[in-house]
């Protein structure tokens, strides 16, 4: 029998993929979310790509980032991120770290995130910054100890999202639902923060009208308009594809090739003409 457990896996595994189809993570970022029924734990996929997550790839682990079973798979080496924001944020449920495209150009050249349109106020009315090097110097980028994770949390403070100098973000939310709407329309303002930038100039919303667009995009009846037209998206291109694999012909066996006479040379055809 299926359980709420088994739901919030399905559920899990088919953000990862809307996040993906939605062009916010790509063959790496991860989207995690906080276990149902225990607040000490949290839910991850394996290290996968997530276009490919399925249900059966979640995993459980405790908020030192450990996995509750021992694992059999390879597991993100990023995970610390999910487990200090969940030890230091208790109304976060939902986190996912990415790097699109639209916000690279922004932690890499460490130009502000704003929002400038009504459903990129869901961000908030500024992204902070974190830089690795002010703590550690010199390191892979990757986030993958304890101290750094927590280091992470800090700089996001009570903060929806924070730009990573020359990595990416790490976005957060009271719950799954939420957190897919704030990366994929975080990613968005991004891109017309960048557009408008090039046209001359850039018109950011006030602390205000940030603060009511956020309210009132939040709230259930957006979000979940939003979450089923992203999960119809998926569904329609998962069917083509599905449907592409099946309609496709079986690899045809090459019939064995036929074994060639074996040559006789003139005089030997000769003397066996002279036998007959």
Known sequence: MPTALDDVRRELAR????????DVLDAFGHVSVRHPDDPGRYLLSRSRGPELVQAEDI??????????????????????????IYQMRPDVHAVVHHHAPSIMPFVIAG????????????????????????????TSLLVIKPEEGRSLARALGSHAMVLMRRHGATVVGANLHEVIF????????????????????????TPGEASLASGHNLQPGPVERAW?????RLEKTEALVAAAKASKPAA??????????AKVSRGAARRKKGRR
């Open 182 to 205: 704030r990366s994929i329309y975080s990613a968005r303002n991004a891109e017309h923060q960048w557009r408008a930038h090039m046209l001359g100039g850039v018109g950011a919303l």
């Open 15 to 22: 953000a990862n993929r809307i996040l993906a189809h939605e």
């Open 59 to 84: 995993l459980e682990f405790t908020l030192d980032s450990e996995p509750v079973v021992p694992p059999t798979r390879r597991l993100y080496s990023e995970r610390v991120i999910h487990g200090c």
């Open 111 to 138: 130009i502000d995130l704003v929002p400038v349109f009504h459903l990129g106020a869901t961000m908030g009315a500024k992204a902070p910054f974190w830089d690795s090097r002010d703590e550690f110097g010199d």
């Open 228 to 232: 089923e037209y992203w999960a119809g």
């Open 252 to 261: 045809r066996t090459r019939p064995a090739a036929r074994a060639k006479p």
